[in-house]
Nanobody, 114 residues
Framework: QVQLVESGGGLVQAGGSLRLSCTAS????????MSWFRQAPGKTREFVAR??????????SYSDSVKGRFTISRDNAKNTVYLQMTSLKPEDTAAYYC?????WGQGTQVTVSS
């Protein structure tokens, strides 16, 4: 079973940037579909971004709320998936979770101040 550990969250002002990391252990995730989700207080967990590997090619997709501001990427040598977040807004405040291979990380908190 794969273990996922997120890091990189923190407090940032609106308009700022953060890069989240999700490092996997127990399994090579280079050919595994990986996603980021987030959950704000009092709300259900929602999809943010996905990296799918199809025929050796990476295909990415994003929710409408983050498209053009967030970028999902991988470093296979580090068995890590990233979420680069730019132009952050207060409504991006949430706990961010990495998901893949039927596993979830513990989450990392992102707080965007106005």
């Amino acid at each position: 079973q794969v273990q996922l550990v997120e890091s990189g969250g923190g407090l940032v002002q609106a308009g700022g940037s953060l890069r989240l990391s999700c490092t996997a252990s127990g399994r090579n995730i280079s050919s595994t579909d990986m996603s980021w989700f987030r959950q704000a207080p009092g709300k259900t967990r929602e999809f943010v971004a996905r990296s799918r590997i199809t025929w050796g090619l990476e295909l990415t997709s994003y929710s409408d709320s983050v498209k053009g501001r967030f970028t999902i990427s991988r470093d296979n040598a580090k068995n890590t998936v990233y979420l680069q977040m730019t132009s952050l807004k207060p409504e991006d405040t949430a706990a961010y979770y990495c998901n893949g291979a039927a596993s979830w990380g513990q989450g990392t908190q992102v707080t965007v101040s106005s």
